[in-house]
């Protein structure tokens, strides 16, 4: 699943579109720190009042907002053992194709107790479930009206669940016109946290517009910080990796091959291929698809930015050393700096100064005069404060 299935899907979640379909609502209210539903409320979505319906459909897209492999992981379902009935891989699959709303009602419940089963929340929670259908449209010929366009759609039917935490709304001063006196306002009923979920997931995964059973997208509260209790012991899914966690790896590999001091120049030519490699897959191919980095690639990057005496046994035996396995995989995207914006943070005790990757081979470190400085090449003057800085004497 890529961003742009994201983000159509997530464009869906409104009133009074044929594109996405709610069927059934399934809230299950947990008190703080107990394991056990204090309450729940099963009901169909077209029976909520249209108020209701627009701060869940609002809820529904912030589960679904933010960068994939930063707050969206696509995780892998773990292989099932036998007699494991409550996998929840199963009562997800289940749960889509079961008539009876009974019967979807009872495997939702069952994994919004493996939630609560071995860990408890300070905080009331409600976890939410919908089921519907999403329908995605095929691509429009120029030739095509808007109902043409609709005539084939690829349809989805999916299940997502939305975690969020309560509160008890602060006391307030408030003015009767009726009494025409000031009273103290004390609500007791908890507030429902919907613009801000703590978790959630989406079942089935989209794969070139088909369903994918045996992966489901999980939603973190923070980016690159996904709760991997969660994602092990409730959906039941395989290990994740961050895109923090693959920058740290393929710095941590480039050390152990080229050691760890490196020149901008070298530092520089690095990123320039690894984006020279996003931008060609982008131009290339109408599906995104983000290339990775494996041994092969991350040595033809190193030769490509002149370092010398690299060999893929070389970096094989670096990824064996750093991740124990010489065949592991990272996304392009997550080991470079962004290009668009000064990404690249430069920190010295004197100051911070942020350039742009493809500028860095402008910055080099030198030795003037017995001190080791900073030195940046420029084409234009530099202004400091509204002052034009003087050029002083030339380094030798």
């Not at 299940?159 to 000031?182: A, G, H, M, W």
């Not at 100051?351 to 084409?379: F, H, M, T, W």
Request: aromatic residues 8%.
């Amino acid at each position: 699943m890529n961003k742009n299935d994201i983000a159509d899907i997530r464009k869906r979640f409104k009133l009074d579109t044929d594109l996405l379909k709610i069927a059934d609502i399934y809230n299950v209210y947990i008190k703080g720190e107990t394991t056990e539903i204090f309450h729940e409320e099963s009901r169909s979505f077209s029976l909520l009042d249209r108020e209701q319906q627009e701060l869940f459909l609002a809820n529904f897209k912030k589960v679904l907002g933010g960068k994939l492999d930063e707050k969206l992981f696509e995780v892998k379902f773990q292989r099932q053992e036998e007699g494991q009935a409550d996998h929840t891989q199963r009562l997800l699959y289940d749960g889509l194709e079961a008539d009876d709303v009974d019967e979807w009602k009872e495997n939702m419940q069952r994994i919004a107790l493996k939630t609560i089963e071995d860990r408890t929340y300070e905080k009331d929670m409600v976890i939410t479930f919908i089921r519907g259908t999403y329908f995605k449209t095929t691509k429009r010929e120029p030739d095509e009206t808007e109902i043409d366009m609709r005539d084939e759609v690829y349809t989805t039917p999916f299940i997502l669940s939305s975690l969020n935490q309560t509160e008890l709304p602060k006391s307030s001063l408030v003015f009767d016109f009726v009494e025409r006196e000031f009273k103290s306002n004390v609500l007791a009923d908890p507030v429902i946290k919907l613009a801000s979920p703590i978790g959630g997931f989406l079942f089935p995964s989209f794969t070139d517009n088909a369903a994918d059973v045996n992966h489901i997208i999980y939603a973190a509260s923070k980016a690159n910080n996904p709760d991997f209790q969660f994602i092990e012991s409730v959906l039941n899914g395989e290990e994740i990796m961050t895109a923090e966690d693959d920058k740290a790896v393929f710095e941590e590999i480039v050390k152990a091959v080229i050691g760890e001091e490196v020149n901008s120049r070298t530092l520089a030519g690095v990123y320039d291929e690894i984006n020279h490699m996003l931008v060609v897959e982008k131009e290339s191919e109408e599906e995104e698809d983000t290339p990775t980095l494996d041994t092969v690639e991350v040595a033809r990057v190193l030769k490509a930015s002149g370092v010398k005496d690299i060999s893929t046994e070389k970096v094989e035996r670096a990824f064996q050393q750093v991740v124990e396995d010489k065949s592991y995989e990272m996304k392009a995207s997550h080991v470079i700096p962004s290009y668009a914006s000064k990404s690249i943070k430069i920190s010295t005790k004197v100051a911070d100064i942020k350039i742009s990757p493809q500028d860095l081979r402008y910055v080099k470190q030198v030795n003037y005069n017995g001190k080791r400085c900073l030195l940046i090449e420029v084409e234009e003057d530099t202004m400091i404060e509204g002052f034009k800085l003087l050029q002083e004497e030339e380094l030798e």
